[in-house]
């Protein structure tokens, strides 16, 4: 969704760029031509009025005395003034080898740079300024504002709160600070870095990039109150509606976020994104059949875009019609053949859907698109299994452990299916497996599942304190998940402590309520499940 | 407590010729013998199932299919009863769908007997059934399960029957119930009824479900489960359904096998519930009429991972030899069938994987399930009936096929099968659509015979080649106080030294919608033999009994003395 729109700068770099038009010394370094040409292109620029004739006339004056800095410096400026920036930055940085020491000069080229993303070497340059110039305020703006976008939060506060007067008059910066405050967890002061912003509505750009500031830190209800303060007044009345309606379905307001969206199908304005947001408002409304005609008309708007049909495939999937979902995903891979995330949404349905065969086509098709994806080389293996090929499946986690061999998941795959199926007999088998899940559990310290096999092959080996530790140290990664309480109740009963388990067996039968009620075709995926009216066209 | 070889016609005869020293015994199959030899069609078993199977792959065609064996006309042989399933919407049989009631002609086979006997043509899709004499007139009787109702029909004592299910009161109606078991929960001496229900079902508008635009059976989880019924017999031939009462009502689930045995030795008979996609009970009797499920803590309500397995079948036997019953319990490819210990207290310990059930069963959608000593060596062993659901599961898996055969494990004595299957003869290496599976021994040679549906097909009669090699003893038990058919008593052979070293139950239902034969039979190839045996017998009213100096390789008929604790 495009809830963001670019930051607008050009009205920094001109401050910036003007401020030194009047720091360059216009002399003559050269031909009287040449000067002639630089003065009248410095009166156009000054004034601002016709800038393409401005440029030509100190083109012309570079061209006559090319190792003047001022004509340079000053033809840089008026290329970015006119967003050049990539030629601006080469005319400002001959202008400054020429004369290294310019700190105006540099404070343009590092201008230039962030304008064109060159964050790092714009960083490096205006670091260079405020070692010779600590105090320099527009160089600490703009280089808060380039250290924000680097990243470095904590680095773009200093210098911003440095600055704060100037931070004040330029509302780019303010974004800036707000941003880096809601990026180091201070949501307070970022909404009030925001808040500022309305006090001057007469902005309407700068609102909506603070709203959307405010979305991006998932600060849904900034956000919505300065998307709807300019309800009246931004240009792109499509895309503004369209973000409030996304803020609205953030903060759950489902049906406001409905209306919103039906005002812009209403007006002729709905893209794919609108469809497909009003589909989700009307899926949590839990009205899935005009849901399902949004994700539809979403396909229609562009068929190309895959995320449009894995939209109405995993609305399907909420509503369990999955052969339906299934059918969806068929459809967009007609559409969309090398998608490697349609392909493996179809073997995820495959799978639930207990076709296995099918599934390991699609896992096999996903996996030659992206080699290099071990979750996807992992379904593969695992579909295998489940479809009754565990050699293949063996050989792909075999392959998978030697290419990804910091993927603890294959490890744990690998040691489920040993001890599943064996191979070398069960004591060795057993063996092998604990220290597949061993090396699984020193890779990834928060995987669960590692845990969990850990602990029922030690159940099973009769050591019922170190199952214990590994269910637990599993149930506290995953709380949810209910067969981790039955087998620690399990172990509990088989170390006599009978409290424990009872308070496990409680837990489990509560997770499981909860899981049955969230999937009640939990248990039956190796069957089918019901096909949906709205496969067969709403009727059966 | 009268003990006397059964003099009840043939089968009296019949064992009299077997008397031991006559067999060898080493006892064991020559190498090369085929231990079951299929005899449906060789004796005269013409009848086929229907289950009304159609393109709307109603669920229920494909999970029916009973047989019970019973001895309906006293003549001492067991006769053999089929459940036939019906027809549905979109799946209509050419003829009328009839059940089935064999009568057994000893050496000349088996006759149609289904009018004869009067079996009516009852307004329901059968299931299963459950063999007992449920007014204690001493005449076997016939409770046929199915959808929208069962039915009760009555042995008149002259070989026919009749429909008395509305005067009796558990017609059951608006139900899809499958197995069921008669056991006395109360130990008032009338047998009650408790029946599995599966879930509710609609003809007119089921959930359907498909493959690549081809219809299947939808997942059990699209059918919602129901709780059991239990019926309460008043000992005047009607019944009064105490589900409530006993606290069962809120158990929904997918109910599909029943057996029922004392499984913690307080005497009051517990109940084990084989469910679909949904948790296993364990009704413990608490003997003031209600039940109270401990399934979780015993851990056979779940797999291991917490995952309710697809239960169909299930029975009871003391598998280790410690004294107390053991399951098994049938389930979905992949799941394994599982096998659990019961060492007296919970939880119980399931030995699936270490006793090679896992291995053996993988593959395997399992319906009926019978412990069996099939070669009388004194170990119980085990048969399962097996068959998919899916006729396209080819099409989705390459280890899982839709047919499936039959397979027999034999105990190795020490905690593992061994698959019998390759050599336990033709019949096992026919892969079908088998589903209901009793046991009972048709010939009266002391070893244990099979019959198995298979769905809309014959079925299978298994007779046994091996087992009347080795020793044996049967029992046919007659309750007094206790319920006739002496339903929950529990058998101990004692050894020289008077310990025990045998023990068998009559249990209440067991398997997949069938019902085997009530006798008890133990083979005693495995242990020291004495020219005479001695037993206790615990029955089920709480009397106990001691016989001695039966003798082996024969049927005895055992009363129960009139004494109580």
């Not at chain 1, 003065?39 to 601002?48: H, P, T, V, Y």
């Not at chain 1, 006599?496 to 049955?516: I, P």
């Not at chain 2, 091996?466 to 101990?492: C, F, H, Y």
Request: hydrophobic share 40%.
């Amino acid at each position: 969704m495009t809830h963001c729109k670019r930051f607008e700068t050009q009205q920094l770099l001109a401050l910036v760029v003007l401020l030194c038009f009047g720091l360059v010394p216009v002399r003559a370094q050269s031909k009287p031509d040449a000067e002639r040409y630089a003065r009248e292109g410095f009166r156009l620029a000054q004034e601002g009025r016709d800038l393409p004739r401005a440029e030509a006339e100190l083109r012309e004056a570079v061209r006559l005395a090319p190792n003047n800095v001022a004509y340079l410096s000053a033809l840089g400026g008026v290329l970015a003034v006119q967003e050049k920036f990539a030629e601006a930055g080469r005319h400002f940085g001959q202008a400054l080898r020429l004369q290294p020491d310019n700190l105006s000069i540099r404070r343009n080229l590092a201008a230039a740079q962030w304008q064109q993303g060159l964050l790092r070497a714009a960083g490096a340059n205006l670091d260079g300024i405020l070692l010779a110039d600590p105090l320099d305020q527009p160089t600490i703006l703009l280089l808060g504002i380039v250290t924000t976008e680097l990243g470095q939060c904590s680095k773009a506060l200093e210098l911003l709160e440095s600055a704060m007067p100037l931070v004040h008059q330029r509302p780019e910066a303010a974004l800036a600070l707000a941003r880096c405050y809601y990026q180091t967890g201070n949501h307070a002061r970022g909404q009030e870095a925001l808040e500022r912003l309305l006090s001057e509505p007469n902005r309407p750009d700068n609102l909506f990039q603070g709203a959307a500031a405010a979305a991006q830190a998932e600060d849904f209800e900034t956000a919505l109150r300065l998307f709807s303060a300019i309800r009246s007044r931004y240009d792109d009345r499509s895309t503004l509606l369209y973000n409030i309606a996304y803020c609205l379905y953030r903060t759950s307001r489902f049906r406001a976020a409905r209306a919103t969206l039906s005002e812009l199908v209403g007006e002729g304005q709905a893209g794919s994104d609108v469809h497909s947001l009003l589909g989700w408002s009307y899926q949590q409304e839990g009205r899935s059949e005009e849901a399902f005609q949004a994700f539809q008309k979403a396909i229609e708007a562009d068929p190309r875009n895959e995320s449009n049909y894995l939209d109405l495939a995993t609305a399907l999937m909420d509503e369990k019609r999955n052969p339906a979902a299934l059918s969806v995903v068929q459809q967009a891979l007609r559409s969309v053949p090398a998608s490697k995330i349609l392909l493996e949404m179809r073997g995820l349905l495959e799978t639930t859907l207990g076709h296995y065969i099918d599934a390991v086509k699609s896992y096999s098709e996903a996996s030659r698109l992206e080699p290099n994806d071990p979750e996807t080389h992992l379904s593969l293996a695992v579909s295998q299994s489940a479809a009754g090929d565990s050699g293949g499946s063996f050989e792909t986690l075999q392959t998978g452990i030697e290419r990804f061999p910091k993927h603890a998941p294959h490890l744990v795959e690998y040691g489920r299916l040993l001890l599943a199926h064996g191979a070398d007999g069960e004591v060795a088998d057993r063996e092998r497996g604990a220290s597949l899940f061993q090396k699984a559990i020193a890779l990834d310290s928060n995987s669960a599942e590692a845990r969990y096999e850990a602990g029922k092959l030690a159940l099973e080996q009769g050591d019922y304190e170190q199952a214990i530790h590994y269910l637990n140290a599993a149930a506290e990664l995953t709380p949810r998940r209910s067969g981790i309480q039955h087998v620690l109740a399990r172990a509990y009963a088989r170390l006599g402590k009978l409290e424990e388990a009872a308070a496990a067996r409680k837990r489990f039968q509560s997770l499981k309520r909860e899981e049955d009620a969230a999937n009640p075709r939990h248990y039956g995926e190796h069957r089918t499940i019901p096909i949906s009216p709205f496969a067969q066209g709403g009727g059966r | 407590m009268t003990s006397s070889a059964h003099a009840a016609g043939a089968a009296l005869r019949f064992c009299s010729l077997a008397l031991i020293g006559c067999r060898s015994l080493a006892g064991a199959e020559a190498p090369g013998q085929e231990v079951f030899t299929d005899i449906a069609s060789s004796a005269g078993i013409e009848w086929r199932h229907f289950s009304g199977e159609s393109e709307d792959r109603l669920l229920i065609e494909t999970t029916c299919g009973g047989v019970g064996f019973l001895d309906f006309d006293n003549d001492g042989y067991l006769d053999i009863f089929f459940v036939n399933g019906g027809e549905t919407p979109n799946g209509r049989s050419g003829r009328p769908v009839r059940h089935g009631l064999y009568r057994n002609l000893g050496r000349n086979g088996f006759e149609n007997v289904t009018d004869q006997a009067g079996i009516p043509d009852l307004d329901l899709f059968g299931m299963g059934v459950a063999v007992a004499d449920f007014d204690n007139d001493g005449f076997a009787d016939l409770y046929i399960t199915g959808h929208p109702r069962n039915a009760l029909l009555k042995n008149d004592g002259k070989a026919r029957f009749l429909d008395v299910t509305d005067q009796a009161g558990v017609g059951n109606l608006g139900e899809w119930s499958a197995s069921a078991a008669w056991f006395d929960f109360n130990r008032d001496g009338f047998l009650d009824l408790f029946v599995t229900n599966y879930a509710t079902l609609s003809t007119h508008d089921p959930p359907r479900c498909e493959y690549s635009g081809e219809a299947v059976y939808c997942a059990q989880t699209a059918y919602q489960g129901r709780p059991p019924t239990l019926y309460r017999g008043n000992g005047d031939g009607t019944f009064a359904d105490v589900t409530e009462r006993a606290g069962l009502r809120q158990l929904k689930g997918r109910a599909l096998g029943v057996v029922t045995v004392d499984i913690d030795e307080d005497g009051w008979p517990d109940v084990f519930v084989a469910r679909d996609a949904s948790p296993n009970l364990l009704l413990m009797n608490r003997g003031n009429g209600t039940f109270e499920d401990r399934a979780l803590e015993a851990e056979v309500a779940y797999s291991p991972d917490g995952i309710a397995r697809a239960g169909m079948g299930v029975d009871a036997g003391d598998l280790n030899g410690d004294g107390t019953p053991d399951f098994v319990v049938t389930n979905f490819d992949t799941e394994f069938h599982a096998l659990y210990y019961n060492s007296g207290s919970f939880p119980f310990e399931e030995v699936t994987r270490r006793s090679g059930l896992g291995l053996h069963s993988r593959p395997y959608v399992g319906w009926g399930t019978s412990f069996l000593d099939y070669d009388n060596d004194g170990d119980l062993d085990l048969i399962t009936a097996n068959g998919h659901l899916n006729h396209l599961i080819e099409r989705t898996r390459h280890d899982v096929t839709f047919e499936q055969p039959l397979i027999l494990l034999e105990s190795d004595a020490k905690g593992a099968f061994l698959n019998r299957s390759d050599t336990a003869g033709p019949a096992f290496r026919a892969p079908s659509l088998h589903r209901g599976l009793a046991v009972g021994d048709i010939d009266n040679d002391g070893d244990p015979d099979v019959a198995v549906m298979r769905l809309n097909s014959q079925p299978v009669v298994l007779r046994n080649n091996v087992g009347e090699a080795r020793p044996w003893l049967g029992l046919v038990l007659e309750g007094t106080s206790s319920n006739r058919d002496a339903i929950g008593a529990k058998v101990r052979l004692l050894g020289p030294d008077q310990l025990q070293t045998a023990v068998r139950w009559v249990k209440g239902g067991s398997s997949f919608l069938s019902s085997s034969d009530k006798r008890v039979l133990i083979g005693l190839g495995g242990k020291a033999v004495s020219d005479t045996l001695s037993l206790e017998i615990e029955w089920p009213g709480g009397a106990k009994d001691q016989v001695s100096g039966l003798v082996p390789n024969r049927y005895h008929d055992v009363r129960e003395s009139r004494m109580t604790e």
